[in-house]
């Protein structure tokens, strides 16, 4: 492959965030001559996923951990490389809260930057790349709200800031991949974690065994950290749940019990468990709010994209959580393919129907995969009995799951978005992504990603002055190439 | 909001009714709205004094129904951003107050006794303790249940069923037939398809509007404030998109800003410029809103008739039909005088306002 150096009238790319999937669609967008703009809310390029427990990787460099982090070293060196050629510039804590179709016919992604995220940042582009990932979700249950609950997501970032104190009790609960990863990077750290305590039974999975055999990268990183919870002696509760988190101040202690294969608690197996934290995840939900601004149809809960990852919004690509959660490794193949699409339509060379076919099968064989985890680790049925109607559900505005029932049982709301304008529930800060699966479930209807037009909140006079200066060719300062003027040759 | 009000009064009329629509409660554009109870920006006219009959019936309601559908006689706020301004408005007023409307004059003084955040310099308004809000879809949802009418959610109208002679019997849903000697129609934006089914014509039509919410904030707007402007927004016949401010807290904390116009059909995409307008504008009329966050923004699509009038009262082109939509962005509070009026004509009581000027039939093929 011969990298070019694009110049200042190469197609211009904007590719919203840099975690897997926009790291791997920045690199292979921009090695094939496109001008990239890399916007992410981090400091750092990595996402979500390479921002993997420190101390954990550190921990005996165990060979799937390993390989996970050789490729994200790669994928920094190519982004070092492009940046220094002046190929792509890395738009580093670029808040996106908005991205439009421009009266030209190119796009206008809208970001907050700087201190307090208040000053503007547009950047204009001819094409634009969603890599915005997932968030995570959790269902509430009693007691979920105290100090010390906190998401498995959380407890990752905990673990990176260097917040996790070793001789600290936890609990790690939910269900899905993610808690393990969790629940070794915690005991790894030093804490002692009493208890993984997943609500499926992941003994289901050897069933499904010719999508598990197509993963032998896979088989051996759950065998990684079965092998690392063992050696930490973390005992595994599978087809349990915690039934409720108690503490008058913060939290004390957990109650867990075993589920029958209705996802009801079978009578007598509560136990209570103390400890001082809790972290807690029921999955990852794809972020769509940039891509249903843009027009940009949904496939339920996930941003429609076809074989090149382009969305059914002509310049508009997308890859990674967003079109669906499967995973880095899945993200990558994506993001990969996406690049390449974007790179090829936007210098006037459709890609033909066998462009990148190692890609594909690696997409097609991860997809089956992350279809099989799908329906292994869903929540179980019964969850919503356990929430009582003394609960908190939309913690924002403090919606009560009592108030959520009454809105459908007395009020006549029969989905989301009513339950909402009848009790507040997702109006807060955080517009429901946190609780709106919750509140579906408890609704008794389907979830369905609500609207959302900014993807964060910004401020009213950002609003007010927001692509006041538009239809700009493209050389405006926040266009410019941070590598510009070191562009010489360095390409291979 | 209009179709619930009906249910509420024709119930208490002593009718039999059902109320069906094709979504939830508070779907359309009800569940869009600001939950404005306004005489402010009327003109003298069978609007304003639907408004004034409106007024009355929601102040009853509100003692009623409590702080459930978060009623508050809060009053509103007109300010003229010139003296040219002020002197229009007042004269505007004055009219008004001629039609029974409560309108106060504002000198500067008065105007930041009542709103001290607004931007200095201005020079004055005009102050209407008449007006009012709601939260609509709690509105609508409360006064559903409180009129024991049957509610059929998630049921589409396919067809209005007739007699041999053409008088309407019923509906046909996709679950099921009903049958009824009278159909009202409160389909709102989409009250011309309906009136289609029936075979007739009423040209409803869509003008969208935006919603801006921000994040929630101690009280520091007190009132329905809105610029002068907004009243000739409100009137006008444009197609093109048009912003006036229009601010206001709420009971729940965020402050909310309106209001958007723009004829685009049923274009459901965010539109910045129109958003950004409507920032613009909120920031001009209160500067500390600059660094308050909108949290999220929502659309809707008034229902407009060409004359900027609803459509209230019997079809005399179909025997049993009955309208009572295209109240542009008004239906919110001229749901009550609406759903009054229309009982009042099913029960075959005189109405309490002359229903001419809401004629369903007032429009020809050609004026859509």
Known sequence: MTDRCPGRDAPHLAVIGAGPAGLAAALAAAARGVRVTLLDAEPEAGGQFYRQPAAALRARRPQALHHQWRTFARLRHGLARHIAAGRVRHAREHHVWFAERAPDGGFTVHALTGPGRGDPAEVRADAVLLATGGHETVLPFPGWTLPGVVTAGGAQAMLKAGLVTSGNTAVVAGTGPLLLPVATGLAAAGVDVRALVESADPGALPRQARALAAQPGKLAEGALYAGQLLRHRVRVLTRHTVVEAHGTERLEAVTVAALDAGGRTRPGTARRIACATLAVGHGMLPHTDLADALGCRLAGPAVHADDEQRTDVPGVWAAGECTGVGGAALSLAEGHIAGRSAAARLLGAPPGPDAWPEAARTRARLRAFSAVLDAVYTPPPGWGERVTDATVVCRCEEVTAGAIRASVRELGAGDVRTVKLLTRAGMGWCQGRMCAPAVAGLAGCAFTPSRRPFARPVPLGVLARAGEDAGGDGGRAEDQGEGDGRAAGAGG | ?368
């Not at chain 2, 402010?40 to 004094?49: F, R, Y």
């Not at chain 2, 706020?77 to 505007?92: C, D, R, Y």
């Not at chain 2, 509007?209 to 809105?226: A, C, I, M, N, S």
């Not at chain 2, 999220?296 to 009038?309: I, K, N, S, V």
Request: aromatic share 6%; charged share 15%; with cysteine.
């Open chain 2, 1 to 368: 909001m209009v179709g619930a009000a009906c249910a509420l009064y024709a119930s208490r009329a002593g009718l039999d009714v059902i109320l069906v629509d094709r979504g939830p409660v508070a779907g359309g554009t009800t569940g869009a709205g600001e939950g404005n109870l306004l005489v402010s920006d009327k003109e003298p006219g069978p609007e304003l004094a639907l408004a004034l009959l409106s007024t009355g019936l929601w102040a009853g309601l509100a003692e009623e129904f409590g702080t459930a559908v978060e009623y508050e006689a809060k009053g509103g706020v007109v300010v003229a951003s010139s003296t040219g301004g002020l002197t229009a408005l007042e004269e505007f007023a004055q009219g008004q107050r001629a039609a029974g409307v409560l309108a106060e004059p504002l000198a500067p003084h008065a105007l930041y006794d009542l709103e001290p955040h607004l931007a200095p310099g201005l020079p004055g308004g005009v102050h209407y303790p008449q007006d009012s809000q709601v939260m609509p879809a709690l509105a609508a949802a409360h006064l559903i249940r409180g009129s024991g009418a049957r509610l059929l959610t998630g049921h589409t109208v396919t067809a209005v069923l007739r007699t041999p002679g053409g008088a309407v019997r019923g509906v046909r849903t996709d679950r099921g037939d009903l049958l009824a000697p009278a159909v009202v129609n409160a389909a709102g934006t989409w009250g011309g398809d309906l009136a289609a089914l029936a075979g007739t014509h009423l040209p409803v039509l869509p003008r969208r509007g935006f919603v801006l919410v921000t994040e929630p904030l101690p009280r520091r707007v007190r009132h329905k404030v809105y610029a002068a402007d907004y009243v000739a927004d409100v009137a006008s016949d444009s197609a093109a998109l048009q912003t006036s401010p229009v601010v206001e807290g709420t009971a729940a904390g965020p402050v909310l800003i309106g209001a958007s116009r723009e004829r685009v059909g049923f274009d459901r995409t965010y539109s910045l410029p129109a958003l950004r307008a409507l920032a613009a504008g909120a920031t001009r009329l209160f500067p500390f809103l600059a660094d308050v966050h909108a949290l999220r923004a929502y659309l809707g699509f008034r229902p407009y008739l060409p004359d900027h009038l609803p459509a209230i009262g019997p079809d005399p082109r179909v025997p049993g039909l009955h309208h009572a939509c295209g109240h542009e962005g008004a239906g919110i509070g001229l749901a009550t005088a609406t759903g009054h009026l229309i009982a009042q004509v099913l029960t075959g009581h005189p109405p309490d306002l002359d229903l001419a000027p809401f004629r369903p039939d007032r429009f020809t093929e050609e004026s859509a």
